[in-house]
């Protein structure tokens, strides 16, 4: 069984420019998450999507926006970057919403910002 | 806003011993989650707790879940090297705001 697959897995941007990231999840699997890691706030909650509706959304500015596609797979867009927006980006995916299962994730797109 | 505090933050631990990493958090909640990062790699999730007095075990990691104390613990029996990893719990707050995790517990266990 295919993993969850994230492209790119890395991406080099400028400030002011803008990103879109992709999550494959898990077939079967209806429930995407996404999170920030950075070394200072580490670990944050982005959104969760579950049948094509965001269900949460972690307290992050209006730049940072998502959707998920009738497939499941999911994106998310980050506008007008910001030195500060360099972070890994993982995307998780499980079967029902609101991580009452288990997530799993992917590999992750690191995305640095200069 | 919810506050999920772990500890110790760091710990190095010789092989064969038993430890204990607790996870303390600030609000009513009844679903907890545990995951494992590998240096220079992406999570893995552990435990799904979703109860008071829920535990779980797998190997050598039993975690547990006391909502009213609103503290979790993963607890290691007779540490190995493998298990050398930087462990986080995760805490859902039951808003909108979806899940807010703890600074990880940077764990090296010691031949």
């Known amino acids: 069984k295919a993993g969850v697959t994230q492209t790119p897995r890395y991406l080099i941007k400028t400030r002011g420019q803008q990103v879109t990231l992709s999550c494959s999840p898990i077939s079967g699997h209806r429930s995407v998450s996404w999170y920030q890691q950075t070394p200072g706030q580490g670990l944050q909650f982005l959104f969760e999507y579950f049948s094509e509706t965001q269900r949460n959304k972690g307290n992050f500015p209006g730049r940072f926006s998502g959707r998920q596609f009738s497939n499941s797979r999911s994106e998310m867009n980050v506008s007008t970057l910001e030195l500060g927006d360099s972070a890994l980006y993982l995307c998780?995916?499980?079967?029902?919403?609101?991580?009452?299962?288990?997530?799993?994730f992917g590999p992750g797109t690191r995305l640095l910002v200069l | 806003e919810l506050k999920v505090e772990q500890n110790p933050l760091f710990l190095s631990m010789q092989e064969g011993k038993n430890y204990t990493i607790y996870c303390n958090y600030s609000?009513?909640?009844?679903?907890l989650y545990w995951y494992r990062q590998d240096p220079g790699k992406s999570l893995e999730s552990l435990f799904v707790?979703?109860?008071?007095?829920a535990v779980k075990q797998e190997g050598r990691l039993m975690a547990s879940l006391d909502t009213k104390a609103r503290l979790s613990t993963l607890h290691i029996t007779a540490a190995v090297h493998d298990l050398s990893a930087t462990y986080f719990c995760a805490v859902d707050g039951g808003g909108a705001d979806g899940l807010t995790f703890g600074k990880g517990t940077h764990l090296i266990i010691q031949p």
């Open positions: 609000t009513t909640s009844d679903r």
């Open positions: 998780a995916s499980s079967r029902g919403q609101g991580w009452q299962e288990t997530q799993y």
């Open positions: 707790l979703l109860s008071n007095g």
